[in-house]
């Protein structure tokens, strides 16, 4: 029996349909999408600045606003009660001159500072920043109220009004807490301009 031979036609029909055949098993169902080679790429980890404490000079002072409640005194400039070390017309620590006479007896809870008894004088309505100098920040403190105990880096008045409408001045009670005797550069701030003025807290000023 002779082996037969397929039609010329027909093989090659059969050539195309297997081709087609291997290009349908690679290619993507409808709606899959195409996956794209992978690449593998190495990050470098994210950079992030150094960062340290600041020591103490370079960190910000307290600053409290200050509590205008209830002046032991208000009236009139230009008597005893407002005389004292300060700003011309706007402000004074008020004793009668020489050196704050130091006291060792009141210590803040373990802190080692010693309060120094001595009124603040205002003059009603001025706005205006205390603040202890950076050299002395941690050693000494300052504060005034007639309501509660203040211990602070810096005092913000914002405008303190009298008990009359025509009052020109309050007073207020306080003064400085101190590791030892010492001058206090206390810096007086108002309208961007610092002024320093020099207490003597136990211990004279050059």
């Known amino acids: 029996m002779g082996t037969g031979r397929m039609p010329r036609g027909t093989g090659i029909a059969a050539a195309l349909a297997a081709a087609l055949l291997l290009v349908a098993c690679d290619s993507p169902s409808p709606g899959e999408p195409t996956t794209p080679a992978a690449t593998a790429t190495a990050q470098a980890p994210e950079a992030h600045p150094a960062t340290h404490p600041g020591t103490p000079s370079e960190r910000q002072p307290e600053?409290?606003?200050?509590d205008c409640t209830d002046p032991i005194w208000s009236g009139s400039g230009g008597t005893d009660t407002?005389?004292?070390?300060?700003?011309?017309?706007?402000?004074?620590?008020?004793?009668?001159?020489?050196t704050l006479q130091w006291q060792d007896g009141t210590e803040e809870r373990g802190g080692g500072l010693h309060f120094q008894k001595v009124g603040l004088a205002l003059r009603t309505g001025a706005r205006f920043e205390l603040a202890v100098p950076d050299s002395l920040r941690g050693q000494v403190k300052i504060g005034w109220s007639n309501t509660h105990r203040v211990l602070a880096d810096a005092l913000r008045i914002n405008g303190c009004a009298g008990d009359a409408p025509d009052d020109e001045w309050v007073v207020y009670p306080g003064g400085f807490w101190?590791?030892?005797?010492?001058?206090?550069?206390?810096?007086?701030?108002?309208?961007?301009?610092?002024?320093?003025?020099?207490?003597?807290?136990g211990a004279s000023c050059p």
């Open 63 to 66: 600053v409290q606003d200050f």
């Open 82 to 98: 407002t005389r004292g070390l300060g700003v011309p017309d706007l402000m004074a620590i008020t004793f009668d001159g020489g």
């Open 178 to 201: 101190s590791a030892e005797p010492t001058c206090v550069g206390l810096e007086f701030t108002s309208g961007g301009k610092t002024t320093t003025v020099d207490i003597p807290v």
